[in-house]
């Protein structure tokens, strides 16, 4: 199971650091990712961190949000910087034991998901 947290209200330009804790996993062992969903568009990969660690960005978000994974508490997270409007959807963290390719990220790929977390980017 995961479950998220951290969304909420941002200005542009401010932060908000989302938090996914799995359970019922052997936590390292999984890629996780966080996806995002925003009204009428499709749910798109943002950001993902292998179970080595090594991490992946959406261009768009690049140089802006920062995942982590501290595998001891069972948590990644996702700092987000700098935030934009265009920011503003449900996202979602998942998690998938294997990966066809680990610098792709696709949702068909993940079986395990979380509830979502709203973010809203607004003055």
């Not at 947290?5 to 938090?19: H, V």
């Not at 080595?52 to 690049?62: A, E, I, N, P």
């Not at 409007?85 to 996202?91: G, I, N």
């Amino acid at each position: 199971q995961l479950v998220e947290s951290g969304g909420g209200l941002a200005q542009p330009g401010g932060s908000l650091r989302l938090s996914c804790i799995g359970s019922q996993l052997r936590f390292e062992s999984y890629h996780i990712a966080w996806f995002r969903q925003a009204a009428g568009k499709e749910r798109e990969g943002v950001s993902w961190i292998t179970n080595k660690g090594k991490s992946y960005y959406l261009d768009s978000v690049k140089g802006r949000f920062t995942i982590a994974r501290d595998n001891a508490k069972s948590t990644v997270y996702l700092q987000m910087d700098n935030l934009r409007p265009e920011d503003a959807a449900v996202y979602y963290c998942a998690a998938a034991f294997v990966l066809s390719r680990t610098d792709i990220c696709t949702a068909e790929e993940f079986p395990y998901w979380g509830q979502g977390t709203q973010v809203t980017v607004s003055s």
